[in-house]
């Protein structure tokens, strides 16, 4: 008698799993590294994925913990995309290995660099010597900041999801066609900024605002930071403050994840002030978008300048 029923129930079990599976399309697990890839990735891949990012933009994106929690994450996906030029290397090795996928190892096909897509500036000539802390020596790793890069990684999802997943190709297609209308909508809106922002001169804390200064026509005169990732010390800030007396610096622009203390004492001793950019999606709120993170700092370049 009991076995009958918990085989009546098992036989039940199957048939129900089949046929919510049959309904159900499986969507695309999708990881990626930071959070704007995966606003990308949703804006492109829409209700045939699922995406998670590991970074939240309101850290540091060259210094993240790599949570255990993660290593489930990618056990199960389809996708791992990330900014790639060494911008992961602290805990994307330890995660990739502990997840034991190979879909998501280099070579296998959800393996995805994104770097490859686009266009790379501050690649150095010759050798760089990390021992000098130099966090950035295959180029510049923050490339999203530039909209032409957004558009590039909207295409290479597309083309990944539809390669995954090809009965979906033609909603990826337009999801990415979409995007880029959207995209194109607010660079349009931008133009009165933009023109407003060529050639004034800014300080950056790190060159993450290089991608967004080649792009506004901002001059970035010095950089907080003697080499990317190195604290500044105090006979760099000397030098800087001297920069930006003779160029008229009004801003130094800075991430929320560095120290403010050391940028109000540089601006106290110059006529800049401190401006905070998120350079992420969710680094602050209401900054919940691509396009929305591009705009925010625009429009706060246009009004501080
Ligand atoms: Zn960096």
Redesign the pocket.
């Known amino acids: 008698m009991n076995i009958r029923i918990i085989f009546c129930a098992g036989v039940m079990a199957l048939t129900l799993g089949a046929s919510s599976q049959a309904l159900a399309q499986p969507k695309l697990r999708i990881v990626t590294s930071t959070t704007d890839l995966d606003n990308i990735a949703q804006a492109v891949g829409g209700d045939r994925v699922s995406a998670i990012h590991i970074s939240e933009g309101y850290q540091d994106p060259?210094f993240v913990e790599a949570k255990p929690s993660f290593i489930l994450k990618l056990r199960n996906a389809d996708v791992f995309a990330f900014v790639g030029l060494d911008?992961e290397i602290g805990w994307m090795s330890l995660l990739i290995d502990g997840a034991r996928n190979p879909k998501i190892r280099q070579g296998g096909s959800g393996y995805l660099d994104v770097s490859r897509v686009v266009r790379v500036i501050d690649v150095a000539r010759g050798n760089v010597d990390r021992s000098q802390g130099d966090?950035?020596p295959q180029g510049?790793?923050?490339y999203w900041l530039d909209p032409e890069n957004g558009r590039r990684i909207a295409r290479l999802f597309r083309d990944k999801f539809s390669e995954l997943d090809p009965a979906g190709a033609s909603t990826y297609a337009a999801n990415a066609r979409a995007f880029e209308a959207r995209l194109n909508a607010a660079e349009n809106q931008w133009k009165p900024q933009l023109a407003k922002l060529k050639g004034k001169p800014v300080v950056a804390w790190?060159?993450?605002w290089r991608y967004l200064a080649q792009y506004t026509g901002i001059n970035i005169v010095g950089f907080m930071e003697p080499k990317?990732?190195v604290p500044p010390s105090p006979s760099h800030l000397a030098g800087l403050i001297q920069t930006m007396r003779r160029t008229g610096v009004k801003v130094i622009v800075m991430e929320p994840f560095y120290d403010r203390k050391t940028a109000d004492f540089v601006a106290a001793r110059t006529s800049a002030k401190v401006l905070i950019l998120p350079p992420s999606v969710g680094a602050i709120k209401g900054v919940t978008d691509y396009i929305s993170l591009m705009q925010y700092d625009i429009r706060q370049l246009a009004d501080a300048l």
Request: no cysteine; proline share 17%.
């Open positions: 060259h911008l966090v950035h510049n790793p923050h790190h060159t993450s990317p990732g």
